[in-house]
């Protein structure tokens, strides 16, 4: 019996593995075309791309069949960054895109990510349309006839696409005087993100670049940035880059190989905008997830905080309603919304380089606006998602804590979205407190959970 398939970021699961199977795909694909066929006049056009996983053959060659087998015409462009398929899909005036990715997870998983027309993730209600199709018993015949079956093409120039617009993101300024470690996670930014960079003038010296489908994200990335860290030290470098497996997000090292992560990031552009009179209305977007002394810095600067739910889709939502053009993660998925539907970390990584450009420092000096609050995040795998309400002993605890802490600290439990796990974030003024608190609340989740 087929379960729910989407979750905050698509599909995603395990390869070969119910719902990341040859036959789901083919599922998914006939359902995309069915669905974004109806809204037109003609057979879709859908650009599709993947990440470095040797399981993405397997699920380009799936989706592909289910696509022309409903008559729609399939772009492939196969190895690029996420955000490239958001884009490409809005210049090709494609109907919709799909990119084969799991983003940060290991290369034993894979996922379907579904982008609109204009380039933005999918609503709600769009998922939903399609997952009914893709879970109906019978899908009927409804396949094209024979003369109606669609055709799949290879774009060549989808690379160099790309490369021009992420370029013009900063209006092709030199980068010149700048070197800087570049970690791709040997995943889909690998041969493109070197490239932008060194046509740009950067001294690049590129890591996790070799990918041999089973190594993304393996010690690399943007999930473990102490190999940047260790790099940026080694070369004496300016910076350190380091992206995640589709390279939507990204995290940062100063020149002492400190990392730097999202909040920073967005705080430090923040105030540029604000200076430079670019801020739409005045106010950036984060998740519940960000630190309190980003919060604090921002209130300082008297600009305005709103905060979502977890996950970047939920940012974009609010930006789009509140027309901001400045938000993200502190995990690293940063959108600059005048140039980027989507979290891009190529298109970030440039705008922070512009930045210590401009100012002419470097970017622990840029980043040095915010005390951060000591917060610790502990990730945990469970036996099954209970909802947490119905946990007496954890939700107990949870009240306990943040009723201690008070405005002086912070807790917050949820589920991943995207593995089965239950994160556990603690922030407290002061680490002794962050610490005993974080340590009760795991050993609780052990035992009701794990």
Known sequence: MMGKLFGTDGIRGRANVYPIT??????????????FGAQGQTAPRVVLGKDTRLSGYMLETALTSGLVGMGASVLEIGPLPTPSIAHLTRSMCADCGIMITASHNPSTDNGIKIFSADGYKLPDEVEDE?????????????????????????????????????????????????????DCANGAAYSIAPLILRELGVEVIATAVNPDGYNINADCGATHPENMTALVRRHHA??????????????????????????????????????????????????????LGLLAAMKEAEIQVEITQVGDRYVIEKMRELNLNLGGEQSGHLIFLDYATTGDGIISALHVLRLMKRHEKSLHELSRFMEEYPQKLVSLPVRERVPIDQLPLLSAQIREATAALGGSGRVNVRYSGTENKIRVLVEARSASDMERWLGRLTETVKKELV
């Open 22 to 35: 040859p036959e789901t795909a083919l599922r998914v694909g006939k359902a995309i075309a069915h669905v």
């Open 130 to 182: 399609i997952e009914r199709y893709i879970l109906a018993a019978e899908q009927g015949n409804d396949l094209v006839g024979s003369e109606k079956i669609g055709k799949a093409f290879r774009i060549d120039d989808a690379r160099g696409r790309y490369i021009e617009f992420a370029k013009s993101s900063i209006k092709n300024h030199s980068l010149k005087g700048i070197k800087a470690v570049l």
């Open 238 to 291: 300016d910076i350190g880059i380091s992206l995640d497996g589709d390279a939507d997000r990204v995290i940062f090292s100063d020149a002492k190989g400190r990392v730097v992560n999202g909040d920073r990031i967005m705080g430090l552009c923040a105030l540029d905008y604000k200076a430079r009179n670019r801020l739409a209305n005045n106010t950036i977007a984060v998740t519940g997830m960000s630190n």
